[in-house]
């Protein structure tokens, strides 16, 4: 087995620059594309600078996770992840818009996992700790004695639990 560290893993999967356009014709409705390498974020003029700040956030975060899930192989991680711990590979794998209150689920009946696409933009170390979470749900469906002896074989799995709880903490004070 390699030897796993976090410095092994880069920091942040996308670093745009970003660039705010304010519209006067622009009234309720907020966007944000790529173009010529920054992220444009076209906003309403005249909004309260607390409402635009949060709103551009948004929009950042939303560009941010698709980008990087695009950037993401998820079949070819969890393969590799699945030999290099001995476990079962899923399947299908696939990133979700739609999980907002769990990183990733598992079905061990037909072997689908679901992967939050909030995580694509966080360090891959944190990515691969809840993929083997979830592959572990194809060898043992529950939580116990079995299952969590198969999770602490990955030595950041502590380190990226912390890291998940401070994220989510961050997300409800916010």
Do not use: N
């Not at 003029?45 to 709103?55: H, T, V, Y």
């Not at 993401?72 to 001995?86: F, K, P």
């Not at 592959?135 to 380190?159: M, N, Q, S, T, W």
């Amino acid at each position: 087995m390699r030897t796993v560290t976090a410095a092994s893993y880069d920091r942040q999967m996308t670093d745009l620059p970003v660039e705010v356009i304010r519209s006067k014709k622009r009234k309720r409705t907020v966007q944000a594309y790529l173009a010529d390498g920054k992220l444009r974020v076209l906003v309403p003029a005249g909004l309260p600078p607390d409402e635009e700040s949060r709103l551009i956030e948004s929009m950042i975060s939303k560009a941010t996770r698709k980008l990087s899930s695009a950037g993401v192989d998820l079949i070819a991680r969890a393969t590799e992840l699945a030999m290099e711990y001995g476990l079962a590979t899923p399947s299908s794998i696939e990133w979700s818009d739609r999980q907002l209150s769990r990183w990733g689920s598992c079905t061990p009946s037909d072997g689908r996992i679901r992967i939050s696409s909030r995580l694509a933009s966080m360090p891959g170390w944190v990515l691969d700790s809840v993929l083997i979470h979830e592959l572990a749900h194809l060898e043992v469906p529950d939580h116990g004695e079995r299952f969590r002896a198969i999770v602490k074989r990955y030595p950041l799995g502590e380190r990226a639990k912390g890291y998940l709880i401070a994220k989510s903490e961050e997300r409800v004070s916010s």
